[in-house]
């Protein structure tokens, strides 16, 4: 790797200066009495104003917002008075209220609603955001005062909620350069800003290859085995990208997938597979390859300059999981037992292909097809005919009617005086078991041009206090499910309605947390996860389905014939399904566990190499590859892909709780999940929430049972 040449200090305020031109002549539109994010809002529940705000809106309010943050810093650090809790921690932690505003509200639009122009305001912002945080984190007079504090806590007569919030505010500083010499720190701040600007660079280039890769078909012959829903959905995309005529899939999982599942044309589903497993590695401007490449350099060299030997060392100190090495221990556990029952799998793939006359070898693209057709020849089961009776909205009453039952939660629908950022969401009210508003919930469950890939839970508020008043969070759950067609209503996929149940499972936890201070809002990554993948055991429980799997035509309950075939085939493909899964959390481990970075890294070839040494069998393809793995080049799952398995331990062993009594609802068991795991936020860590909730650290046998692996 060349030798870094050393620029001048960046800080925000140079940024800004340095884009001021163009800045002022665009906020010169937006001025403070019409742009509503620099008001207080006087829509019910304070919601903003979403269909008001404009991109220049929001680059005046960030901006605004940084210039409000940056004085509030100052003052904390000039302050002459010996430094206290409630002098420096306290005003610290509830400093920059109108930068968090405006970034809360710019950001899940982005990632929803993203135009041109948000991502160009996406660009221009990263850098200044970077050198704000920078500027902050590396101010000396600043540490030194909340080291103070952190060193006498000892002595000082706070709470454990506030002996955790100077900790977690000191070590922030620890990890965000204070510690380093002013060589060093300038080092920093170009490292950030880089690494900064390449994940928004990758992220916008995945978006793009998601929804603008298309393959076209070009008869409905070559659709045959296709649901017919799909095929008009197919149809309209080819209208709407001026194909009449044609049928056309994009590379969002509700476009792509049926095709693979359903579609007997061999082609077709290598085309889409091809398509899809090679977003961001295509000979085109938006090959993110040497992103990749260079975000795993720069990563490994920050990580260096704070002391550890690789990205991942640094990044899982302050996991649960705290070493790569009890990661790839847990990794190791899991891996051959899935891979043997894998290889069982492509033996009964192998069994069903003979039936169609082929005798070569299966590959990649035939994978999800023939274990669907060896799933109905096992079981007599045909999933198509179980999405009949999962249809969007019902789903949504089945995962209302599982909090309920749990937490003695209400939901009310609110269609008026409440402003909406996109036609197809909607809005609810949240009530707690005492009637009193616990939240506000978003649900944005389909597709569209400007949303990016995937399934995800973010908020527009966070649950907050203003003096003794709890003001209640706005959570949005954001997916790309299967839309209505012409004929038929939005019917759903097992997969997706697991989907549905776990980004909801992230949305009670937003739901119900209760702290007084920002700095312990968030949980260790690897736990995160946690109370999101627990809620899916009760997606398909029988006594769940009887509330919300209804016939859409005929509207009778599903019958217990199906359900049982639900239960008795729903380990079948969890080979496929873990090893392609573990597959990917290697791919990222083994990136940042490196601790030098070749100069000609060529990520997909290192991806290919280690798996290829693990035994992987060659027709599963990592759940997702380094070029369009957002989780791990994206940002927010670096090191961390692995955590979905790592929580898992802990649901499949916390459901037991439950299952142990009897009752799935058991009231005991929910109100110590809630009170333990729910509402705490960090104010512990993770492992201590878990034991205060089970009463034992967790075993990872349920979870083998759960897969089939055991």
């Known amino acids: 790797m060349k030798k870094q040449v050393l620029l001048p200090v960046l800080t925000a305020s ?41 991109t220049n809106d929001y680059r005046q309010a960030t901006l605004e917002g940084i210039r409000q943050h940056k004085a509030e810093i100052d003052a904390i650090a000039n302050n002459k008075k010996t430094p206290t809790f409630e002098n420096t921690i306290a005003p610290f932690d509830q400093s920059g209220k109108l930068l968090e505003r405006a970034e809360m509200t710019f950001g ?35 540490f030194e005062r909340v080291k103070k504090v952190y060193d006498e806590m000892s002595e000082a007569d706070l709470t454990h909620e506030q002996q955790k919030v100077v900790e977690k505010i000191y070590k922030r500083f620890e990890r ?13 701040r170009k490292l950030n800003l880089e690494i900064s600007a390449l994940q928004i660079e990758f992220s916008q280039n995945l978006l793009h290859e998601t929804n603008n890769t298309y393959v076209v078909a070009n008869s409905i012959e070559e659709l045959k085995g296709l ?42 589903r290598h085309k889409i597979y091809d398509a899809y497993y090679n977003r961001g590695n295509q000979d085109n401007e938006y090959n993110s390859k040497d992103i990749c490449a260079k975000l795993v350099a720069l990563r490994l060299e920050r990580a260096k300059l704070m002391g550890f030997e690789s990205c991942a060392a640094q990044i899982l100190d302050t996991r649960m999981a705290k070493t790569p090495e009890a990661v790839y221990n847990l990794l190791d556990q899991i891996w051959t037992p899935a891979v043997k029952k894998a290889n069982e799998e492509l033996a009964d793939i192998r069994e069903e292909m003979k039936k169609d006359g082929l005798s070569c070898e299966p590959e990649g693209w035939d994978y999800m097809y023939y274990s669907d057709r060896a799933r109905k020849a096992k079981y007599n089961f045909d999933e198509s005919e179980v999405s009949e009776y999962l249809e969007i909205n019902n789903v949504l ?53 400007g949303k990016r890939a995937g399934a995800w839970c973010t908020s527009f508020r966070s649950q907050r206090y203003e003096g003794e008043k709890r003001i209640e969070p706005i959570v949005v759950n954001v997916c790309s499910m299967t839309p209505p067609s012409s004929e038929t209503p939005a019917l759903q996929s097992i997969d997706n309605v697991e989907t549905m149940f776990h980004e909801f499972g992230h949305a009670l936890h937003s739901f119900m947390r209760d702290v007084h201070y920002n700095s312990v809002g968030g949980v260790e990554r690897d736990f995160v996860e946690l109370p999101s993948q627990i809620n899916e055991h009760w997606a398909f429980e029988p006594e769940v389905l009887a509330i919300y799997a209804k016939h859409y035509k005929t509207g009778k309950i ?5 359900v049982k075939k639900i239960e008795e085939s729903g380990k079948y493909g969890q080979g496929f399904a873990t090893v392609e899964y573990l597959a990917a959390s290697y791919s990222d481990m083994d990136l940042h566990v490196l601790k030098e970075v070749p100069a000609d890294l060529d990520v997909m070839a290192f991806e290919q190499k280690k ?14 590859r380094i070029t369009n793995f957002s989780h791990t080049m994206g940002g927010g799952y670096t090191a961390g892909y692995y955590s979905y398995i790592w929580a898992e331990v802990l649901d499949a062993d916390g459901f037991e709780a439950f299952k ?33 909730f089970r009463g034992s650290e967790p075993k990872i046998d349920a979870l083998l049972r759960n897969r089939g692996l055991k």
Request: proline fraction near 5%.
């Open 14 to 54: 140079m940024i800004i200066a340095g884009c001021a031109t163009q800045t002022n002549n665009d906020m010169a539109k937006a001025t403070k009495s019409t742009n509503k994010l620099l008001t207080e809002s006087t829509n019910r529940h304070g919601i903003e104003s979403f269909e008001d705000l404009t």
């Open 108 to 142: 899940p639009l982005d990632d929803s609603n993203s135009t041109d122009s948000t991502r160009a305001l996406s660009k221009e912002l990263s850098p200044i955001l970077s050198a704000h945080s920078d500027d902050i984190y590396m101010n000396q007079q600043l």
């Open 176 to 188: 965000n350069g204070a510690n380093l010499s002013d060589e060093d720190k300038e080092k920093l």
């Open 227 to 268: 649901p017919q829903a799909n095929i008009e959905r197919a149809a309209l995309m080819a209208t709407e990208n001026g194909q009449p005529g044609k049928w056309m899939f994009n590379m969002q999982r509700a476009s792509c997938n049926p095709v693979l599942q359903y579609c007997s044309n061999r082609e077709l």
């Open 397 to 449: 009453q089945g995962i209302f009617y599982v909090a309920n039952k749990l937490y003695g939660v209400t939901f009310k629908e609110v269609t008026e005086d409440v402003p909406s950022y996109e036609p197809t969401a909607k809005a609810w009210e949240v009530y707690d078991k005492d009637q009193t508003l616990l939240a506000i919930f978003y649900s944005d469950y389909y597709p569209r041009d």
């Open 558 to 562: 599903i019958p217990d014939a199906l």
């Open 611 to 624: 798996l290829a040494e693990r035994g992987i069998p060659r027709q599963i393809m990592p759940r997702y």
């Open 660 to 692: 142990e009594t009897g009752d799935i609802f058991n009231q005991e068991v929910a109100e110590r999940f809630r009170k333990y795991i729910l509402t705490p936020g960090g104010i512990d860590d993770g492992m201590t929430m878990y034991k205060n």
